[in-house]
């Protein structure tokens, strides 16, 4: 987990990062700022739950918990949305931000089953590993 360290994340972070790294896409600077988010509601003790809307593998969402469970408050709901069999096909609306094509993309990821593109297969989907996670 080398980028924890480039970022000098907080030690409860880099603890959690430990934890949920290869279960996110997502990089240490963003995830560094979920934490912030997260801990900041808890905190100050906003009510209401967490929803993550597209978890892939649930790294997020995982982080999410494991910050909550760091302050002794599992009181929370988390509610967790995803297709589980990866993007679904792009509309000619939905271009990148450097005018890349998505539709393209997605076509290039399309197996026989499902679309590669974020599909997280089975074994890996967030209800299918928490329980010996979290
Ligand atoms: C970039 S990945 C999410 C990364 C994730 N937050 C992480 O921590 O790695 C996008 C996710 O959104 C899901 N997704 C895309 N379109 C969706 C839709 N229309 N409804 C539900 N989930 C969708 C994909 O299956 C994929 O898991």
Not at 31 to 45: C, E, G, P, Q, T
Not at 55 to 77: E, I, Q, Y
């Amino acid at each position: 987990m080398s980028q924890a360290a480039k970022y000098a994340v907080c030690p409860e972070l880099y603890a959690i990062l430990q934890q949920v790294h290869k279960e996110t896409m997502v990089d240490v600077p963003r995830l560094d700022n979920l934490h912030k988010s997260v801990s900041y509601a808890m905190d100050a003790h906003l009510p209401g739950a967490f929803v993550e809307c597209g978890v892939w593998r649930g790294g997020c969402s995982m982080l999410m918990a494991l910050t909550a469970m760091a302050r002794g408050d599992c009181s929370r709901d988390i509610y967790l949305y995803d297709t589980f069999a990866g993007m679904t096909e792009p509309t000619p609306e939905d271009q990148g931000f450097n005018g890349k094509d998505a539709a393209r993309t997605w076509r290039e990821q399309q197996r026989e089953d499902h679309n590669e593109w974020c599909y997280a297969p089975p074994g890996t989907r967030p209800t299918e590993h928490a329980q010996n996670r979290l």
